[in-house]
């Protein structure tokens, strides 16, 4: 049992963090556009926003590209461990053509394995 009712657990955020800085900082950013292009659209652009004001208060370049680095890290970290903790929550609760399939063979194999029958299953029997 869970002691708490937030969806994002500490596995999520150290998953995420390890995954994010070893994965390429553009995989990461072209992943989620992928996934949720809107999003991604929206964080790009007022990454630049803050960015561009950093710059303009007079902060060295280098400094910029740094902050700019850290904040695209935590925001994809932030995103992508909420995504893990949704599905983790919900994952259960949603059922698709695939489910479907896992159901019904499950089904079968109990079915069978009741009959008291020694039929082995046979490769052709599972579908994907």
């Not at 950013?29 to 652009?45: G, K, Q, V």
């Not at 902060?59 to 970290?77: G, K, Q, T, W």
């Not at 479907?100 to 008291?116: L, M, P, S, W």
Request: glycine residues 4%.
């Amino acid at each position: 049992m869970k002691e708490t009712d937030s969806t994002i657990v500490d596995a999520d955020i150290l998953a995420q963090a390890q995954s994010a800085i070893a994965t390429d900082e553009s995989t990461a950013l072209r992943r989620l556009s992928e996934r949720e292009p809107l999003l991604a659209s929206f964080m790009l652009e007022k990454m630049l926003v803050i960015a561009g004001r950093l710059a303009l208060s007079g902060a060295p370049s280098e400094v910029v590209n740094e902050i700019d680095d850290c904040i695209r890290l935590l925001v994809l970290i932030g995103i992508e461990a909420t995504r893990l903790g949704h599905y983790e929550l919900w994952k259960d609760c949603a059922e698709g053509e695939h489910l479907r399939k896992i159901v019904e063979q499950e089904e079968q194999h109990e079915a069978r394995t009741n009959d008291d029958d020694d039929d082995e299953i046979e490769i052709s029997d599972v579908e994907f």
